[in-house]
């Protein structure tokens, strides 16, 4: 592959999962999160989406790597990162709100909320420095 082949590839992998969230995640906005069945196929689409980007990252910092793009990596190592250490985190808090709702707190479903707008918010801000450094990842050889 030429370097720019190299750079596409990566942008290709690292776009589409978050993409696909981006695109996904707002039909939650529609719906009561304190049904249940509702708020497990949340969860399950947010341990999916960090599950995804674990696996892209990792795969996209090592081609930057084989690429000669240390740089690049570290930034895509860094995402990969905050996926990986990330998960845990929100996934914790999904959890204790989830298990809140099922004890009967009334108010589980709004943390659960501002939870799922957390995520979107994030991975818009990351798709979007993702977006911007397009030019200069493909122009970096």
């Known amino acids: 592959m030429t370097p720019d082949a190299v750079a596409v590839a990566v942008m290709v992998i690292l776009l589409f999962p978050m993409g696909y969230f981006t695109l996904a995640s707002p039909a939650f906005l529609l719906v009561r999160l304190d049904i249940q069945p509702v708020a497990q196929l949340l969860r399950g689409m947010f341990n999916a989406h960090f599950l995804v980007m674990r696996v892209a990252g990792i795969i996209a910092t090592l081609a930057l790597l084989l690429d000669g793009r240390p740089l690049a990596a570290i930034g895509v190592g860094l995402l990969a ?3 990986i250490g990330g998960r845990r985190w929100f996934m914790q808090r999904m959890d204790e ?4 709702g099922k004890a009967g707190d009334t108010d589980a479903a709004g943390r659960l909320r501002r939870l799922h707008w ?10 979007a420095a993702l977006l911007v450094s397009i030019p200069y990842v493909a122009a970096s050889a």
Do not use: H
């Not at 957390?118 to 798709?127: D, E, I, K, W, Y």
């Open 81 to 83: 990162a905050l996926a």
């Open 97 to 100: 709100q989830l298990n809140a």
């Open 118 to 127: 957390s995520g979107m918010l994030c991975n818009a801000a990351l798709l």
